[in-house]
């Protein structure tokens, strides 16, 4: 058979491979979209890397790596101010400790379920690999709403939430931290409840509070790496910030930082969003304006055109990709952008796409930016800077030691381009220049998997 022809072959025999393993995550795991969506998209990468190397199909690693090792479920019982006694269900996946403790986030929203856990956990094996910090992967949270609540409830509900959970982490097996709805108040009065139960063990949790253990820069690492990381995509292309316009979703901790980083950098940020609409500012979006509103007075982003009158609001969250725009950055939720606003994307002139939230482009709208030139950042890659701060945060705590700003911003930016340059490269490796989605990966997969491979089968 000639060279081609057998490389043709072995990418079909591992293309069959892989969709059988893909098949049995859906027959398993039924009715969990989010979840399939995130297997098949980083199942379809690593078709190349089972057709090269035959070791990781014979150690089953494919078929261990998309079974969680474990997965709590739990109630969370707690009284709202009326007396009412209230009832919402806790999770956490322990996914993937090959490479280091469990890692990542917990997130408090209405909508949460096994599915979305176990989406999140899994994209975070991956991207916690990414990092070249030694963390494994898990993700949790509750479908607890913190919008509406007084601090009274939140402190009365996390305090339920951590003393269930508490019996599951700890500093060197899983160290939580913070996603949508859990943000410095939620990990305050989460840290409180723990160290009530089993005393000061600092690492337990990351995004801490600086006065009791956290990290500078920490709070602003997912959006400033989403920056940084966008910033190597446009420098590989003789590009930069300076005078483009940018179009970023949400308006939480990585919008705002992410905000705050191209504005530094000299982009004008023009648009920003919240689960109820979108604001547009032609003359660019004041940042202090926004902070204000939402991380002191936790406000509806529609206020912000009270102090701007120029500035318009719209009701709703999808129009906001009808902007034109140079940079997308998706930063509020899964499945923010589907096919139909892609293209939208695509014709008003977009360059890049970099994502600061988790998987907010479908598998459709992924399709379109590649098909069309669109640069794109995939999240495990464009938003690691968060768990990779957290795990500096890790290390600072056992070390007990605290690093300047400046230290741990440098690190942030030397993480992120390591990260781009080892997905540029996987992706180089085997034949899919440019295609970021592919090289992060396979970069992310190949460390987790060698390591699976040297403990046996476990
Ligand atoms: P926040 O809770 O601070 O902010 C979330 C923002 O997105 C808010 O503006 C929220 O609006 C908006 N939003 C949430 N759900 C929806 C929705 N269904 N439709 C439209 N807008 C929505 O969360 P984070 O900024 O921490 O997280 C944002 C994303 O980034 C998530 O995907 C998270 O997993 C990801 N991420 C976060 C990291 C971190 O360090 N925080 C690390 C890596 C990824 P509203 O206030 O109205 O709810």
Redesign the pocket.
């Known amino acids: 058979m000639a060279l081609t022809q057998q490389r043709e072959a072995g990418l079909e025999a591992a293309r069959k491979y892989v969709d059988q393993v893909y098949e049995t995550v859906q027959q398993r795991n039924p009715g969990e979209s989010e979840f399939h969506q995130a297997v098949k998209e980083i199942l379809d990468s690593l078709v190349p890397v089972f057709a090269k190397h035959s070791k990781y199909q014979e150690h089953g690693i494919l078929e261990r790596i998309v079974e969680p090792e474990r997965m709590i479920t739990f109630r969370v019982p707690w009284v709202d101010d009326q007396g009412k006694v209230q009832v919402n269900r806790g999770f956490r996946v322990q996914f993937n400790s090959a490479i280091g403790p469990y890692k990542g986030?917990l997130?408090f929203?209405p909508?949460v379920n096994a599915s979305i856990i176990k989406f999140?956990g899994f994209e975070q094996i991956f991207k916690n690999s990414l990092t070249g910090q030694p963390i494994g992967g898990g993700k949790g949270g509750s479908d607890f709403d913190p919008?509406g609540k007084s601090d009274l409830e939140v402190m009365r509900f996390t305090q339920s939430f951590m003393t269930e959970l508490s019996k599951y982490i700890g500093p060197d097996t899983d160290v939580p931290?913070?996603?949508?709805?859990v943000?410095a108040r939620e990990i305050g009065y989460m840290f409180g409840q723990y160290k009530r139960l089993y005393g000061n063990e600092t690492g337990v949790l990351t995004g801490k509070g600086l006065n009791y253990g956290g990290s500078l820069t920490r709070t602003e690492?997912?959006g400033y790496g989403l920056v940084y990381f966008t910033n190597e995509m446009l420098a590989s292309r003789g590009d930069s910030f300076v005078g483009k316009t940018v179009v970023v979703?949400?308006?939480?901790?990585?919008?705002i930082y992410a905000i705050e980083k191209a504005q530094q950098l000299g982009a004008k940020v023009v648009a920003c969003?919240?689960?109820?609409g979108y604001v547009y500012d032609k003359n660019g979006i004041n940042l202090a304006t926004v902070k204000r509103l939402?991380e002191v007075e936790r406000k509806?982003i529609k206020e912000y055109v009270n102090e701007h009158p120029t500035a318009e609001y719209v009701e709703g969250?999808q129009n906001i990709w009808s902007i034109p725009c140079d940079i997308a950055l998706p930063?509020?939720?899964?499945n923010?952008i589907n096919e139909a606003s892609a293209k939208l994307l695509v014709a008003n002139g977009v360059k890049y796409v970099a994502e600061?939230?988790?998987m907010?482009s479908t598998l459709e709208a992924i399709e379109v930016y590649l098909n069309n030139g669109v640069y794109f950042g995939p999240?495990k890659a464009a938003?690691a800077g968060?768990?990779a701060v957290s795990a500096l945060e890790m290390a600072q705590n056992s070390a007990r030691l605290a690093w300047s700003f400046e230290e741990v911003d440098a690190k942030l930016k030397d993480i992120m381009r390591n990260i781009y340059r080892s997905s540029v490269n996987a992706a180089r490796e085997y034949g899919y220049d440019d295609n970021l989605v592919v090289g992060s990966n396979i970069a992310g997969f190949l460390k987790v998997a060698d390591a699976m491979i040297a403990h046996g089968v476990v």
């Open positions: 986030g997130r929203h909508s999140l919008k931290a913070g996603d949508i709805g943000g690492a997912t979703s949400g308006s939480g901790n990585v919008s969003s919240d689960s109820n939402k509806r969250c930063c509020a939720t899964q923010e600061g939230a988790n907010p999240a938003n968060g768990v």
